[in-house]
């Protein structure tokens, strides 16, 4: 007998076990039920027996006389037998269920919290977050400043905004909005994400008050139930009364009270229409919408929600105009805090992994991988290094620092001061920016795993590329010359454009895109956006991401995610988060250690950057790459050893070019790297260390009589003759 034999044996026994049972139930509940009738009828004849010894007038029951009750007997064969069987299986099977469902339903209904306790038993507790050695970096929500109000006392377009944004059909269900509320919700999650929830007023009230934040149908089924209960017990207006005084604006303000001193220093009833739909906006994502996160997206949502009151006829055209251009006089950020970029990039991973209202008041302990000195040195670097070079146009930087070999988060400064008005507050680091050529590294590790070679030749001339309906593209150095013959190494080191093209049309920008996604570039996802210029730089990427790919190579071809936790701590201590560094191999070794060799060797890198540039600190082997977008929008230098990865970014984020005369690997970025990375391997390192050669890795003497590195079995496909290299450049254009 097979394996699949016997599981249909175990399967059929089963099956003739659940039948044999139902059936057992069934005629059981039938000889009760017989039971009970013949006791029923025995007690019947007795009385009956016992009345007429007593000889009332006028009543007989002769009619009862040495009657017996005759149970009929059931003779059943073949098709008869089978059919009572039948009935008795199916009258057990009904009978079962029901019992099992009234069952269910007691111990569901039992569990139930009430909705009389809503706003009592609602204690949040503050989430801590602290640096790598214990020292606090902010407090989420210290303490819960709450100060009711009375709905009566507030200007009627505070109500409207909240209903408006929240729930329209407030005053006209009863709870639970099934047409417009939960067909909505699947609509919009599947189409648009429109403005407005699934949910009702009322159901926010009791998931916020009640329940949990899971989302499983079990508790969607509570919220319903209480929804309904609730609306049973309270008015409409007390509801929406409980609900202003009840939800999260976001920091320590709860109720609608709490957050107008917080974001407008003011009581609510002095609100304007303009700040009082601001505040409506951030119920559903505090962090997200908050003015001192992302001012541009606050006011955003606040215009959306004005549009939305003029729809509902609650604000006409005059006002709603009015309140567009009203400006937002927001209080400063009084709450202590360090290192606010990646406080609040921290905070925003949390609420993913914990949803927000657990992180807001779950009273988690939270260690964090930054390293609270090398925040501070950066923020000073980086500040330092940008008022020197203002004169060139450039207003902001940033810098990112990790350990590769953990993808720990050591450093993330997102802009030059986070207080800074207008866009200080914004987190560049996260920010979709294009790269530059420091993107070609990742080019050229896939060149090497497709048999080309550091030693490869490849014609740096002019080259036209016909891209169809007529359009043709023609990629230039940075130098603005040709640089004739030349090795794939000389032309990573140099940051040629041309080859990089080259080389990109020989591997198809498609196989580029899904390596660069495994890698960890999250952005690219459709073909159609790019071309061959995806190896100069053409697709946006965020720093994270950068350093996340650049990690790759400085493991040795293994991804390891950048992460800003060591772990997390519930309020009674117990882990509920640890990170365990698992890394996954996505690249040949041979491949990242070549491309790391190529981007730490300053011999080859000196005909664009000279024998002394900004990318070379001394006495130390460091990987780096330089990259500089069009017009000058946009410089970044990356670099990395086997500790340390530092990656930085100038520019400005209202996206106007820097001055032309800035030169990377000189100005820009580069003092920046050179910079921080000293003061890390200074201060932090262990030495000059550098990676071991891996086992596929083959190295003979080649070019200029200088050691060359190969993958095994490709060190024969290059001949490492000079004289292939006569070509020379062209002059430079002026």
Known sequence: MGKGDGVLNIFFKFLYFLVNFFIAIGDFTRKIFKFIFISLASF?????????KIKLPKFSLSHFKKRKIKVPKIRV???????????????????????????QSYVFVNTLPSPQNIGRINYPLSTHI????????????????????????????????????????????????????????????????????????????VKSSLLSPERTIKRKIKEIILALWTERLFTKDQILEMYLNQV????????????????????AKSLTLSEAALLAGLPISPTYYSPYVNPNKAISRRN???????GLNYINNVDTEKAKKEKMNIVPLEARISAPHFVFYAKTQLEELFGIKQVEEGGFKVISTIDLDIQKRAEEILKEEIDKIRHLNVTNGAILITRPSTGEILAMVGSVDYR?????????TTAYRQPGSSIKPLMYALALEKNYTAASIIDDSSVTFQLGGGYTYKPVNYDGRFHGR??????????????????????????????GRKLGIETWNDSSKYGLSLTLGGGEVSLVNMATAYGVLANQGYKIEATP?????????????????????????????????????????????????????????????????????????????????????????????MNPSLTSGVTGAAPIWNRTMTYLLNTYGSGNKWYSKPENIVDKNCYFGRIEYFLKGTENSASCKDSLLKTSPTPKKE
């Open 44 to 52: 019947f004849k007795y009385v009956f027996d016992f009345l007429r």
């Open 77 to 103: 064969r073949g098709i008869h037998y089978f059919w009572l069987k039948l009935r008795y299986f199916i009258f057990g099977s009904i009978l079962t269920l029901i019992v099992l469902f009234i069952y």
């Open 130 to 205: 602290f640096d790598r050695n214990g020292r606090l970096l902010y407090e989420v929500y210290r303490d819960q400043n709450r100060t009711p109000i009375r709905i009566k006392e507030l200007p009627a377009y505070i109500k409207e905004a909240t209903i408006a944004v929240e729930d329209k059909d407030f005053y006209r269900h009863n709870g639970v909005s099934f047409v417009s509320g939960i067909l909505r919700a699947v609509k919009d999650t599947a189409v648009m994400g429109d403005l407005q929830g699934g949910s009702t007023i009322t159901q926010q009230l």
């Open 248 to 267: 999260p604006y976001g920091g320590s303000s709860y109720g609608i009270e709490e957050a107008a001193k917080t974001y407008f220093g003011k009581q």
């Open 304 to 310: 959306e929600i004005l549009s939305i009151m003029k």
């Open 420 to 428: 800074l008005e207008p866009f200080g507050a914004f987190n560049v």
């Open 486 to 515: 030349v090795t794939l190494r000389l032309a990573l080191a140099n940051s040629y454009n041309i080859p990089a093209v080259k080389v990109l049309n020989s591997l198809g920008i498609q196989e580029f895109m899904r390596h």
């Open 565 to 657: 936790f060591v772990k997390v701590e519930d309020l009674s201590g117990n882990s509920i988060l640890e990170i365990n560094h698992s890394k996954s191999k996505v690249m040949n070794e041979g491949a990242a250690y070549i491309i790391s060799d190529i981007l730490s060797d300053n011999f080859a890198r000196q005909l664009a950057f000279g024998s002394r540039s900004l990318l070379e600190i001394p006495g130390y082997k460091v990987a780096v790459k330089t990259g500089t977008t069009d017009e000058k929008k946009d410089n970044l230098t990356i670099g990395y050893n086997p500790e340390f990865l530092v990656a930085v970014w100038v520019g400005n984020n209202n996206n106007s070019p």
